[in-house]
């Protein structure tokens, strides 16, 4: 069994600020894991992956994740937030042994203000 | 290369009627996958199909739901009989290849039954 919890459902960040997105995972294989965006009333666009290679991510927009295997953690950040970061973000598990099924965390709303 | 075409991007049906979801998947891609959003929660997996195979259908309800995924032509995703809980949107996705590569997002389309 696989899963994703996102510790966050909701996270407010000033403009210019650091953006932290926590995610925890639990695989019975080593994992695959993503980050997803998904902008509103828009489809949904990878933003990194981790696929057991460096376990320091990095990803388009100045987004990079780091996978802490002693942690089961993937949290994803980013040195400084824009207005345009603002959406919803998912983190996502998946291994060979699901034949490429996504689980998908809850959702994490990042709002940015001025 | 065009990404992932999914149409209708909004679909209305009355409650018992039967909705029709179609997915072309990126230039080369074999591989589809339908998730379903439901308001406020990430996706969930529904199926995972290659050309005309079905490969996991362990995210389909039981009753009403079928996917197929034919030699020629887009993936389709057939709802009969529709209910008010159905509302929601749906994503296809596809990749290259099985296992943990990067699956790419059509952009979506939203049903709502009355």
């Known amino acids: 069994a696989q899963s994703v919890t996102q510790l966050d459902s909701h996270v407010s960040v000033s403009e210019g600020t650091p953006v932290l997105l926590r995610c925890n995972y639990s695989?019975?294989?080593?994992?695959?894991l993503f980050w997803y965006v998904q902008h509103p009333n828009k489809g949904l666009q990878l933003l990194l992956k981790?696929?057991?290679?460096?376990?320091l991510v990095k990803g388009i927009n100045g987004f990079e994740a780091e996978f802490k295997k002693s942690e089961t953690s993937f949290h994803l950040t980013k040195p400084s937030a824009h207005m345009s970061d603002a959406a919803e973000y998912f983190c996502?598990?998946?291994?060979?042994?699901?034949?490429?099924?996504?689980?998908f965390g809850t959702g994490t709303r990042l709002q940015v203000t001025l | 290369n065009a990404g992932v075409m999914q149409n209708p991007r909004h679909l209305v049906r009355r409650r018992g009627q039967e909705a029709r979801l179609r997915c072309s998947p990126m230039?080369?891609?074999?591989?589809v996958y339908w998730y379903r959003q439901l308001p406020e929660e990430g996706l969930k997996f529904m199926v995972y199909?290659?050309?005309?195979?079905?490969?996991?259908e362990s995210g389909m309800p039981k009753e009403r739901f079928s996917a197929e995924f034919p030699k020629e032509g887009p993936s389709i995703l057939r709802i009969q009989q529709v209910v008010r809980g159905d509302s929601a949107a749906y994503f296809c996705?596809?990749?290259?290849?099985?296992?943990?590569?990067?699956?790419?997002f059509g952009p979506g389309t939203r049903l709502t039954v009355t």
């Open positions: 996705a596809s990749s290259l290849r099985q296992g943990a590569y990067e699956q790419y």
């Open positions: 695989s019975s294989y080593s994992p695959s």
């Open positions: 981790y696929t057991s290679a460096a376990t």
């Open positions: 996502v598990v998946t291994h060979t042994g699901t034949a490429s099924k996504l689980t």
């Open positions: 230039k080369g891609h074999s591989h």
């Open positions: 199909l290659q050309k005309e195979n079905i490969i996991d």
